[in-house]
């Protein structure tokens, strides 16, 4: 296991857990549910987002083979079909509004096993969720070929004229309810949104109108794979063309291992509504040029040109050295669709180089550090407020739109709160906009704790800034609270008088700060301030309304003061 993980550490990769099916159902689940689950030592590897050739077993095993040098770098070849053998799909115009584009090709006498065949899917669903985007940019569909016969159409119809079995149904449904079928299906339901508001639903028929899928959603029953396929036909469908032929690169890549003649993938042709036609896969082979100064400057080495060329061909990037040793071509494997940029290169010389293997040097720059002086200001009124008797929590930066909002008697929209996109808990919806709902709730968390309850915290909030180029702008915030059982109004104002007092803010109006009464949503009426220093509003204090102190499930008063540090830089 060491020497594994070694292994995978010096390939770029890290070894995350050494596990099996059984331990993780009894972490998850407890150990009654894990009783007769397998016990077969699981490897859980962390794969950089962009290698999409390491996402399954022969992918990983071959990088690993070809880095040990036990290997050589395989040959992807595409065998284009005699005129008129070869599978051919034809786009009609109607799929523009909804998936425009489509890639096919063909394993031809493939031979599965129960293992390679589930790696097949598995890559497949690994796919889907990274480079395809949860199936919004790509679909992947793959048909056991001796069942259909070609050309396939690629259309787009009203769903009531599409009818099907679906994929492992016993019966026909039209696309309406195959829709309703898979709304409370814990997988496919959260593909239906894709789709399921256009007039027409994508569909890909043979020539004697058998269904072959309805991508994104569902493949048909007719087509259906399984381990005695020995012809495979893969259409990946798409909103991206670029990412519809690097999967359809990487699918083909992997697993043409295993066909009669290894490496070799039977093209297909395509054609666009403008009778245009293309051979797909493309397979892609395209060279590079880089200096070895650069790789050897930018990674802090001093290695030869043909040692720098052998690193990279063990990174599966073939390289030999040209032109007197000035340059060195590097050939880019359809499998590499990672490698963009010069920079790409000169990354995968340093890991095989080994980043441990690098000698620490001294910058020849002469460079001075310094502290951010609002992180300088933070610090020290942290020492500050520790000494004036408050304990200080760390909350999280998101919280749900309920406690910014609902809770403090406010309305999301007023809040300028930044959502996140696709939320993974109800907790963490929004970008907190106020750091009174973590304290309160770390309050809530810690009710048996002795009294008086005294807790700041001095961090960031977030807020919507059509100014800003990210469209958002963060400040740091100092918020304090006092619970007891008596409001205690005055330890909030004297922490404030302290606070102002340290900032050496005096307290008037001309150029120090002032307080005046005014109305807070969380707030007590009449209990509130409004606290205004170098000629602006920096923040609120007061006694916090019953009803926010019930949400928040306290039951004793409240007071808490919050204020802006920023202008006091």
Known sequence: D???????????????????????????KGEEKAKGASDTILYKIDVPANRYDLLCLEGLVRGLQVFKERINLPRYEKIIPAQGEGQRLIITEETVQVRPHAVAAVLRNITFTKERYDSFIDLQEKLHQNICRRRALVAIGTHDLDTISGPFTFTAKAPSEIKFKPLNQSQEYTASQIMDLYRTDSHLRHYLHLIENKPLYPVIYDSN????????IINGDHTKISVNTRNVFIECTGTDITKAKIVLDIIVTMFSEYCEKPFSVEAAEVVYPNGKTHIYPELAYRKEKVKPELINKKVGISETPSSLAKLLTRMCLKSHVIGNGNNIEIEIPPTRADIIHACDIVEDAAIAYGYNNIQMTIPKTYTIANQLPLNKLTELLRLDLAAAGFTEALTFALCSQEDIADKLGMDISATKAVRIANPKTAEFQVA??????????TIAANRKMPLPLKLFEVSDIVVKDPDTDVGARNYRHFCAVYYNKSPGFEIIHGLLDRVMQLLEVPPNEENGYTIKATEGSAFFPGRCAEIFAKGQSVGKLGVLHPDVITKFELTMPCSALEINIEPFV
Do not use: H
Not at 432 to 441: A, N, V
């Open 2 to 28: 060491e020497e594994f993980d070694e292994l995978c550490f010096e390939f770029g990769l890290e070894l995350d857990e050494i596990t099996s099916e059984k331990d993780i159902i009894s972490k998850e």
């Open 209 to 216: 109108g058998v269904v072959l899928s309805m991508p994104p």
């Open 432 to 441: 907190r906009t106020t750091l009174l709902p973590g304290l309160l709730k």
